[in-house]
């Protein structure tokens, strides 16, 4: 997008202003590295691109006259593989953080929230946008959303039996599933699910830095796939447009199910072994 480009445009601009000393590009070249934003991998790897395609002819000096630093080795990819940060909740703080509320309205809808993002693994900016115009099917006590998720893609949102019921019990019969306040019709923002699972957090004295709307979508990946869904369940169920993104969302450790190579054991002739002469 536009916006992207703008962001990889400037950070290529402050790193070429922050190294005039060290890389050395001609103006062509120089209005090229603006222009490229999925090059911008790192300046070693820009470098290449351009020559590759004839674009530019670039000159660098990659090592520090008085260090003999290689500056290019310190520059982060854009897409590495890594276990994300953020922590996940195990199912015994999940059962404190989710503990039934007093009947006080803005604690309920703290709860439905919270509750929603872990039962649909839902994004913040996501779950904000349930409403009932966007219901498209209700059946055997639970329901189907169509609505925009992250990258503008419209995609269908399955409410499980459990969850449906207490939506149903307890937000408004029409507009958005989650207000401002009891007479607003204006949905909550991202930042009222932030504060909604920091409150949880309080209430059931957890530490409130492990508690956010994320980890509750690293918890749906990880505890369902211990309860047997499977990574192509769960990557629907999160948007995921990758596979592997959805794996580094599960953080536990499990054993295979089976062994593959059981599956072989056709392939080998299973007659009885014959003696073996002294």
Same mark, same amino acid.
């Given at each position: 997008?536009?916006?992207?480009? #703008?962001?990889?445009?400037?950070?290529?601009?402050? @790193?070429?202003?922050?190294?005039?000393? !060290?890389?050395?590009?001609? %103006?062509?070249?120089?209005?090229?590295?603006? /222009?490229?934003?999925?090059?911008?991998?790192?300046?070693?790897?820009?470098?290449?691109?351009? /020559?590759?395609?004839?674009?530019?002819?670039?000159?660098?000096?990659?090592?520090?006259?008085?260090? =003999?630093?290689?500056?290019?080795?310190?520059? !982060?990819?854009?897409?590495?593989?890594?276990? +994300?940060?953020?922590?996940?909740?195990?199912?015994?703080?999940? #059962?404190?953080?989710?503990?039934r509320p007093a009947?006080?309205?803005?604690?309920?809808?703290?709860?439905?929230?919270?509750?929603?993002?872990? =039962?649909?693994?839902?994004?913040? &900016?996501?779950?904000?946008?349930?409403?009932?115009? &966007?219901?498209?099917?209700?059946?055997?006590?639970?329901?189907? @959303?169509?609505? #925009?998720?992250? /990258?503008? #893609?419209?995609? @269908?949102?399955?409410? $499980?039996?459990?969850?449906?019921?207490?939506?149903?019990?307890?937000? $408004?019969? %029409? =507009?958005?599933? @989650?207000?401002? *306040?009891?007479?607003?019709?204006? +949905?909550?923002? *991202?930042?009222?699910v932030w504060n909604?699972?920091?409150?949880?957090?309080?209430?059931?004295?957890?530490?409130?830095?492990?508690?956010?709307?994320?980890?509750?979508?690293?918890?749906?990946?990880?505890?369902?796939? !211990?309860?047997?869904?499977?990574?192509? %369940?769960?990557?629907?169920?999160?948007?995921?447009?990758?596979q592997a993104t959805?794996?580094?969302?599960?953080?536990?450790?499990?054993? $295979?199910?089976?062994?593959? =190579?059981?599956?072989?054991?056709?392939?080998? %002739?299973?007659? +009885?072994?014959? $003696?073996?002469?002294?």
């Open positions: 997008t536009s916006k992207a480009t #703008k962001y990889y445009e400037n950070k290529v601009a402050a @790193f070429i202003e922050a190294n005039r000393g !060290k890389l050395i590009v001609e %103006d062509s070249a120089y209005a090229a590295l603006l /222009g490229v934003s999925k090059a911008l991998l790192s300046h070693k790897r820009a470098s290449q691109y351009l /020559g590759e395609r004839g674009r530019a002819e670039v000159s660098m000096v990659w090592e520090d006259e008085e260090t =003999g630093a290689n500056p290019a080795r310190e520059v !982060k990819n854009y897409r590495v593989d890594r276990q +994300p940060r953020t922590p996940w909740l195990a199912e015994d703080e999940l #059962k404190r953080l989710l503990t009947d006080n309205w803005t604690a309920r809808r703290d709860w439905l929230l919270a509750i929603t993002v872990l =039962g649909t693994s839902l994004r913040r &900016s996501e779950v904000v946008r349930l409403c009932w115009e &966007s219901l498209v099917a209700e059946e055997n006590d639970g329901a189907t @959303f169509k609505i #925009k998720v992250k /990258g503008g #893609k419209d995609s @269908f949102i399955v409410i $499980p039996t459990w969850l449906w019921r207490e939506i149903k019990g307890g937000c $408004p019969a %029409d =507009g958005y599933l @989650f207000r401002r *306040g009891q007479r607003s019709s204006m +949905p909550v923002c *991202g930042a009222t909604a699972v920091k409150r949880l957090a309080a209430r059931a004295e957890l530490d409130a830095a492990r508690c956010t709307p994320h980890a509750l979508r690293r918890s749906f990946a990880t505890i369902t796939g !211990k309860r047997g869904a499977s990574l192509r %369940d769960r990557q629907i169920a999160m948007s995921h447009y990758r959805t794996e580094r969302y599960d953080h536990a450790v499990r054993l $295979p199910t089976h062994v593959a =190579g059981e599956l072989l054991a056709d392939l080998v %002739d299973a007659s +009885p072994a014959l $003696p073996v002469e002294p």
